[in-house]
């Protein structure tokens, strides 16, 4: 890939996606479930960049959204409704109206409360909803805690016992239709012995629905696979679904599965242009046009992200930093770079996740563009925000206000 020539033609900072790894990676998973029904869920929270989804949507793939918004973009990006999934924790009556109007698969539901509001709208609407409801296996999942959701202190999901009360409430309702189980214990997982641990208390809990007549028909695994970020070891893949399909010998169900981290997070590369070097004291800063705000990871989780120089010469130990006004504003720490020099070209890899989407324009900052690579072409898949498109939504009046 030549980084230099998408800098002269896109400028910086620039997210650059190649596809063709990521139709690999969603092609992998899928074949590792072959041998059952299956349905991959994209989680759109990862990167919803319509291109990409739309490429996803020709591959056949289902979509997980955390919002009506991510909903309606998987539908404008080709998805078919009935392999769309919204989850979340906190749906308000006007979202849940519109996704039974859009029929989708499912409603992913998290608690008491929500299963009577649902149900309430679809009374009002005089349909009957599909929906899952998330279990929560209180099982650890060995991950950062700002992303582990299956313990019985993170605000997702129902235990077991409660899970029950709402299956039993859902069957005798005439407004909801019960067609799914869920659980996601949580992401960026290492190590899939809690994942397998979880799919065996769910089927347990599976086989007393079914004998109680609830005909489940999604087992929904959720996602989390990790990626290599440093050094870690990559899932296995095949022991990853192989431990799932154990738990479920015996039933005919569709296996379902969210990935997004896994699906694009090592696809994507941030581009950033140096600025200038400043030293304070004995500490080396490297400035560059990238922020916080437009990758947040480092500073929210001190996530770690590999930063490649294109230069080929010895380095020194410095702290990679934007142009934002906080001290929490930087890419890396106590990372070894060569000498730059302005206009010098760094790569921040495995950026294809949680990037983008959770940029913002703090600062007043325009967020980048985006990029495509695919069959040894590049194209622009997202401009770059001007001033005015930050500003276009806002409403100045004067009240006559004497100042």
Known sequence: MDYQELKNIYDTPLYVYNFDDIKSRYEALKSEFKARKSLICYAVKANSNLSLLKMLADLGSGFDCVSIGEVKRAILAGAKSYKIIFSGVGKKDSEIKEAINLDILMINVESSAELLRVESVAKELNKKARISIRVNPNIDAKTHPYIS???????????????????????????????????????????????????????????????????????????????????????????????????????????????????????????????????????????????????????????????????????????????????????????????????????????????FTMSSNYNTRARAAEVAIEAGKHRLIRKRESFEDLIKNELVEDFGAKY
């Open 149 to 355: 959701t299956g313990l019985k202190e993170n605000k997702f999901g129902v235990d077991i016992e409660k899970a029950k009360s709402m299956y039993l409430k859902a069957k005798n309702s005439s407004f909801l239709d019960p067609v799914g189980i869920h659980f996601h214990i949580g992401s960026q997982l290492l190590d899939i012995t809690p994942v397998h641990e979880a799919a065996k208390v769910v089927a347990k809990l599976l086989n007393e629905l079914k004998a109680v007549d609830i005909d489940i028909k999604f087992f929904d695994v959720g996602g989390g696979i990790g990626i290599r970020y440093n050094k870690e070891e990559p899932v296995n893949l095949y022991q990853y679904a192989q431990g799932i399909l154990e738990s479920l010998k015996g039933q005919d169900l569709t296996i379902v599965c969210e990935p997004g981290r896994y699906i694009v997070g090592e696809c994507g590369e941030l581009l950033t242009s140096v600025i200038y070097e400043k030293i304070n004291d004995k500490k080396r800063f490297v400035i560059v046009d990238a922020a916080m705000n437009d990758l947040l990871r480092p500073s929210l989780y001190g996530a770690y992200h590999e930063i490649l120089s294109l230069k080929n010469t010895q380095t020194s130990n410095c702290d990679v930093v934007g142009p934002v006004c906080e001290s929490g504003d930087f890419l890396a720490k106590d990372i070894n770079l060569p000498d730059l020099e302005s206009g010098d070209l760094l790569v921040v890899k495995n950026a294809g996740a949680y990037g």
